[in-house]
């Protein structure tokens, strides 16, 4: 992989300065609103499972597989949910043997260029069963300079999933506010 696509390690302190941040932030819209819309006899995937904030929820009702790209969380999830699965991941190549129902991310798929999202929607696709679903939860971006609040990996708008959407249906696109009013939004694709 080159420089140019050579996904960010995050460091143990990192993973540990992110865990404090998570234990005062409540908002489970984006878990709550995908036990709502999926049936719990589907088999997941989640990409970024982080520090497995969403996984313990998720991991409750579903067969879920976890998975992140940075060595740091991935042994912080090992350590924490001892004999469960979770794989190194990268989001743009999808590297899998498993296939999936579901795969789901909260917050994960704006570090992707609009190039590499492209990218990682054809891996995605390949790697889900017939009918299967993406579920992806993503900052939008302001439209007048393509980035939330300055952040410079962060540039989705809903209609750009549009675009770069490849094979997949738009089952729906919902807006919602994670910090201030539509700051965020989940799109459900379908296969």
Same mark, same amino acid.
Request: aromatic share 14%; with cysteine; glycine share 6%.
């Given at each position: 992989?080159?420089?140019? *696509?050579? /996904?960010? !390690?995050?460091?143990?302190?990192?993973?540990?300065?992110?865990?404090?941040?998570?234990?005062?932030?409540? #908002?489970?819209?984006?878990?709550?609103?995908?036990?709502?819309?999926?049936? *719990? &006899?589907?088999?997941?995937?989640?990409?970024? &499972?982080?520090? =497995?904030?969403?996984?313990?929820?998720?991991?409750?009702?579903?067969?879920?597989? =976890?998975?992140?790209?940075?060595?740091? /969380?991935?042994?912080?999830?090992?350590?924490? /949910?001892?004999? *469960? !699965?979770?794989?190194?991941? #990268?989001?743009?190549?999808?590297?899998?043997?498993?296939?999936?129902?579901?795969?789901?991310?909260?917050?994960?798929?704006?570090?992707?260029? $609009?190039?590499?999202?492209?990218? &990682?929607?054809?891996? !995605?696709?390949?790697?889900? #069963?017939?009918? =299967?679903?993406?579920?992806?939860?993503?900052?939008?971006?302001? $439209? #007048?300079?393509?980035?939330?609040? =300055?952040? $410079?990996?962060? !540039?989705?708008? $809903?209609?750009?999933?549009?675009?770069?959407?490849?094979?997949?249906?738009?089952?729906?696109?919902?807006?919602?506010?994670?910090?201030?009013?539509?700051? &965020? /939004?989940?799109?459900?694709?379908?296969?």
């Amino acid at each position: 992989m080159s420089k140019k *696509q050579e /996904f960010k !390690q995050y460091s143990w302190l990192t993973t540990k300065i992110y865990s404090i941040m998570l234990l005062f932030f409540k #908002n489970t819209f984006v878990v709550d609103t995908f036990i709502e819309k999926v049936d *719990q &006899s589907k088999e997941v995937l989640e990409i970024g &499972s982080g520090t =497995g904030k969403d996984y313990e929820t998720l991991s409750k009702h579903y067969n879920i597989t =976890g998975s992140d790209y940075s060595d740091a /969380f991935l042994k912080t999830l090992r350590k924490k /949910f001892k004999g *469960q !699965q979770f794989y190194k991941i #990268n989001a743009l190549t999808m590297e899998s043997e498993k296939h999936y129902d579901v795969i789901y991310s909260n917050k994960v798929l704006q570090h992707l260029t $609009p190039e590499q999202l492209e990218k &990682s929607l054809i891996a !995605q696709y390949e790697i889900l #069963n017939k009918d =299967g679903l993406l579920f992806h939860a993503i900052w939008k971006g302001n $439209p #007048n300079e393509g980035k939330y609040e =300055g952040l $410079p990996d962060v !540039q989705y708008q $809903p209609e750009d999933i549009d675009k770069i959407k490849g094979r997949f249906v738009i089952e729906e696109c919902i807006e919602y506010k994670e910090m201030n009013d539509n700051d &965020s /939004f989940i799109v459900i694709l379908r296969k």
